[in-house]
């Protein structure tokens, strides 16, 4: 399965809101809190961009305020084309002013998550990761440990997202194993992620996208992405099995 991919920041996103359809700004006044706005307000950006683009659709604000967002029942997002349910699956993600969006052309589960590196105590790792989980990351080094856990942790996010059921389930409930992710480290029986350069690994796509797998209790196995840079993990997973994630050409988005 194709899936789309794009990032979006706060600094992208236009002070009008002429992109949004009237019930959008309704909601978007009845939210309190201006971090909780300006998150939403990233979101629908970073979602509408991805769709104009996927479905080679102008990018003209009058076009974009075709596009919305609605919650299915388990609140998970659908898409409407100007009031049309869209045969297209979506995901959505943001963390630290950064929003991300994947889309799939076609129906079928797809999760997307970021996530932050940044240290976690013992008791945060027994209480969220399954044993398996917990025994790859005694296995790490120190230093690489806070971005092994955000990659696990990402991916989790991610295939309960794909589930449409979010933290509304135990995190345990789902098991990430990365694939060719680990190699050894010197001689201290330890192993470190594999941060070796593109081109001295089998191609993974052009932003080094690495693989994963998530089990979930339900015998259903997602096959997944993950990679990291500039402090944030980012992960995708679906079934359909995803192709490495093709970045969104920005320009179709931006068409008139």
């Not at 079928?108 to 209480?127: K, N, Q, T």
């Not at 990659?151 to 449409?164: F, G, I, M, Q, T």
């Not at 932003?207 to 209790?217: A, G």
């Not at 339900?218 to 970045?247: D, K, M």
Request: include cysteine.
């Amino acid at each position: 399965m194709d899936v789309y991919w794009l990032e979006q920041s706060e600094a992208d996103v236009p002070v009008e809101n002429d992109w949004l359809r009237a019930s959008e700004v309704a909601r978007l006044d009845s939210m309190r809190f201006a971090k909780r706005r300006d998150d939403w307000r990233l979101g629908r950006w970073t979602a509408k961009r991805a769709l104009a683009a996927c479905l080679n659709v102008s990018g003209h604000p009058r076009t974009l305020s075709d596009i919305e967002l609605r919650p299915a029942p388990s609140g998970a997002p659908e898409v409407f084309f100007a009031n049309k349910p869209m045969p297209v699956s979506i995901s959505l993600s943001h963390r630290s002013a950064v929003a991300a969006c994947a889309v799939a052309l076609s129906e079928g589960a797809l999760g997307c998550d970021l996530e932050a590196i940044e240290p976690h105590s013992e008791a945060f790792v027994e209480d969220y990761f399954t044993a398996e989980e917990q025994a790859l990351v005694a296995w790490v080094t120190a230093a690489d440990r806070p971005r092994l856990l955000a990659v696990l942790w990402s991916a989790k996010e991610s295939a309960l997202k794909a589930l449409r059921a979010g933290l509304r389930l135990d995190t345990r409930c789902v098991s990430v194993s990365l694939v060719d992710a680990l190699q050894p480290e010197g001689g201290n029986g330890g192993q470190r992620l594999d941060d070796r350069p593109l081109a001295t690994r089998s191609s993974l796509g052009a932003q080094d996208w690495r693989p994963l797998l998530v089990h979930c209790t339900e015998e259903q196995l997602f096959h997944g992405w993950w990679y990291h840079t500039s402090g944030l993990v980012r992960t995708l997973v679906a079934a359909p099995p995803p192709v490495s994630p093709i970045l969104v050409d920005i320009q179709k988005a931006l068409k008139y």
